[in-house]
């Protein structure tokens, strides 16, 4: 990584979080191409590992991007009450940016991609999400047969194009 692009990513926390979650997806994989089962024995604690890391900094990335909004926009929302409808609600009220969060504020409503991410997560604070319980968990989330990865794939591309959609709308979040 050059100087340069580290730099940025020290200033520019939703990029560095999304490169995070590029990374623990790329090592999830590699996993899934050398052993073609990710609950063998021998791999499954790293593989663990690349699926929570992943999923933490899949909702990381949003929580920087709300962050960066309240500090951009003066919300003056502390730091410990940052979620999504208190964003959009102070963002309705403040500056008349109604929509800005609308895109992001649909992904968290039931059934949809993020919201079924943080299930996700937090389903694995008590188990594993490489159990048969949690396959069946996963199909019920999303009411498909996706698999674990392509479903992170997915997941990844939607949120990649989310914050690029939000950032395009407001040059402050750039």
């Not at 990381?60 to 410990?80: A, Q």
């Not at 504020?105 to 059934?111: F, L």
């Not at 997941?155 to 939000?166: A, D, F």
Request: a negative charge.
């Amino acid at each position: 990584m050059s100087t340069e692009d580290f730099l940025k990513f020290q200033t520019d926390r939703i990029n560095f979080k999304l490169h995070a979650c590029r990374q623990h997806l790329r090592n999830l994989q590699y996993i899934q191409l050398k052993y073609n089962d990710l609950t063998l024995n021998d791999v499954r604690m790293s593989a663990e590992m690349e699926v929570d890391s992943f999923l933490y900094q899949m909702i990381g990335t949003v929580d920087s991007l709300l962050f960066k909004i309240n500090d951009e926009f003066g919300l003056m929302i502390p730091s410990d009450r940052i979620e999504i409808d208190k964003i959009q609600s102070a963002l309705s009220a403040e500056t008349k940016s109604i929509d800005l969060l609308n895109d992001l504020n649909n992904a968290n409503q039931y059934g949809n991609w993020y919201w079924t991410i943080k299930q996700l997560r937090n389903y694995s604070l008590g188990n594993s999400l490489f159990s048969p319980e949690a396959f069946e968990v996963l199909a019920n989330y999303t009411k498909t047969n996706m698999k674990i990865i392509p479903y992170f794939e997915q997941s990844l591309e939607y949120l990649e194009k989310l914050i690029e959609s939000i950032r395009k709308r407001e040059p402050k979040l750039l």
